[in-house]
């Protein structure tokens, strides 16, 4: 089994993780499927930072990240997504994945992941505790599907040491 960078080929193999994901459950809230297209398109921009597990010569999962939020204060900021086959699940791929697109993240200058996780997803939850990353919110029925409000649990782990010169830019009083 090896993690590497996802190429245009993988964007069918990649489709058919997702597609089934998209149609049938609530974990992602959107209800439109990825086309080839799309998918390759997203490989081509992201690069290092679209990663596929492949074991035995096929793809077995894929982790990517992109910008959390427009702007650039969010430029050291990202959210990532990861889906495994279904029966991929529960060996340790999602962890391997994991750890290299940490591992790009932080090469690349992303201080913050962010894991924004469907509330009807408990897995993925205590996968992401299990990995270091920590609740920070949760957003009450924001998403719709299969006719059903969900909640959106935010989740983030800090990849890199906040440099001892950066301002503190909490809020002070008054």
Known sequence: MIVRQAKEEDAAAICNILNP?????SITFTTVE???ESVSQNIRTRGPAFQVMEAHDE????ATY???RPGPGYARTAEHSIHLAPDRQGVGLGRMLMER?????????????IAAISSSNPAAVAF????GFHAVGRLPEVGFKAGAYLDLVLMQKILTPRPDSAPDTSLQPG
Not at 101 to 113: I, N, P
Not at 128 to 131: K, N, Q
């Open 21 to 25: 994901i998209i149609r049938h459950s």
């Open 34 to 36: 990825r086309t080839l």
């Open 59 to 62: 793809v077995a999962g894929f």
């Open 66 to 68: 992109g910008p959390f």
């Open 101 to 113: 697109l940490e591992q790009v993240a932080a090469a690349e200058g992303v201080h913050v992941l």
């Open 128 to 131: 992401h505790e299990a990995i």
